[in-house]
């Protein structure tokens, strides 16, 4: 079977911060247009600073990043993020702070992006507080408007690193549902940092998982073929569902595993 071409790709890419190897041996990763690819691993491995270099706030210290056969540079709309810790704007409300993120498109009239800031303030369950100031809600809320935020702008590479961390766990399994839907309907391909076995397992196309740092590859699952493409609470419940996650936390282990996990 062919493979599809690669849409984002890390070419022979090493990371280094002062005399700290972050990535240290040359890191080749080819990500198709539309994949859902999580990056799993231990606190510290180097996934976030992976995902960083994609955004364009961490340059490669060797090596290079391509999005559609071009060097990644400079953040920007292409490349849309959501960072663990919250990042509003606390001059504005939450309705506006949404809408801040479309400030770029062009493409968009005035009511359009009014229409996309009120179709996601409801998405992450925020209707309520549209006219309220960041100060004024909680911070799993700010968490909510900073995900709306850059659904919102509608970025080409979805990039997000921890986003759902500081959300209780219902709201949690509950943006997990809508994000996986989003992502699916609208084929937007998405990088998701986490070091949550069951979240990843749940989100994922495709699983690269990392060993301690300096970043290094343990294993690359694909989780399609192993769970199948739906995502529903049935699927969260299933056997398979179970013993891939189980299989997934023995190899951060260190444990022996399955062949059909190993790549």
Not at 178 to 191: A, V, W
Request: proline share 6%.
């Amino acid at each position: 079977m062919e493979q599809p071409s690669p849409y984002l790709q890390f070419q022979n890419v090493t990371k280094c911060f002062g005399d700290v190897p972050v990535v240290q041996q040359p890191f080749n990763l080819a990500i198709p247009a539309g994949q859902f690819t999580v990056f799993l691993g231990p606190s510290g491995c180097g996934k976030t600073t992976l995902m960083r270099m994609i955004g364009g706030l961490d340059t490669p210290s060797s090596g290079e990043i391509l999005l559609q056969g071009a060097p990644v540079g400079e953040p920007d709309i292409r490349r849309g993020m959501v960072f663990q810790s919250y990042s509003s704007f606390p001059w504005l409300t939450v309705r506006k702070n949404i809408e801040f993120g479309m400030r770029f498109r062009r493409d968009l009239s005035v009511t359009q992006k009014k229409e996309r800031a009120e179709h996601f303030l409801k998405l992450v369950g925020l209707g309520d507080f549209a006219s309220s100031y960041p100060s004024r809600i909680s911070g799993g809320m700010r968490q909510r408007v900073a995900i709306a935020r850059t659904l919102a702008a509608n970025p080409d590479v979805l990039l997000m690193d921890e986003p759902f961390g500081a959300l209780d766990a219902n709201l949690r399994e509950d943006l997990q549902f809508e994000l996986r839907k989003i992502q699916k309907n609208s084929g937007k391909t998405t990088i998701f940092v986490t070091h949550d076995v069951e979240e990843a397992v749940f989100l994922a196309d495709r699983i690269i998982v990392f060993g301690p740092r300096p970043a290094r590859v343990i294993a690359d699952v694909d989780v399609t073929s192993l769970i199948g493409p739906e995502r529903n609470e049935d699927v969260r419940d299933s056997e398979r569902f179970f013993h891939l996650r189980t299989e997934i936390l023995h190899l951060l282990r260190g444990r022996e595993i399955k062949k059909s996990l190993a790549s």
